[in-house]
């Protein structure tokens, strides 16, 4: 069986970690919109996925051998 490589789950650890952040920047302004955390929270986990999700679909040099 073959395993993953160390660069690809740290990309994909990054990238997640990004796409939370910019989920908390949008969920920072969607409170300051209507004044409620849900937004934050919802937007975070949304971030985080979907950013993960991509990363780990993405090839690179890494994943071609």
Avoid at 13 to 24: H, T
Avoid at 43 to 53: E, Q, R, S
């Amino acid at each position: 069986m073959r395993t993953k490589s160390p660069q690809r789950t740290r990309r994909i650890r990054a990238s997640a970690l990004v796409g939370g952040f910019v989920g908390f920047c949008l969920g920072l302004v969607l409170h300051a919109i209507n004044g409620m955390w849900y937004g934050a929270v919802v937007f975070i986990i949304l971030g985080a996925t979907i950013a993960a999700a991509t990363a780990s679909m993405t090839t690179n040099e890494y994943d071609l051998d």
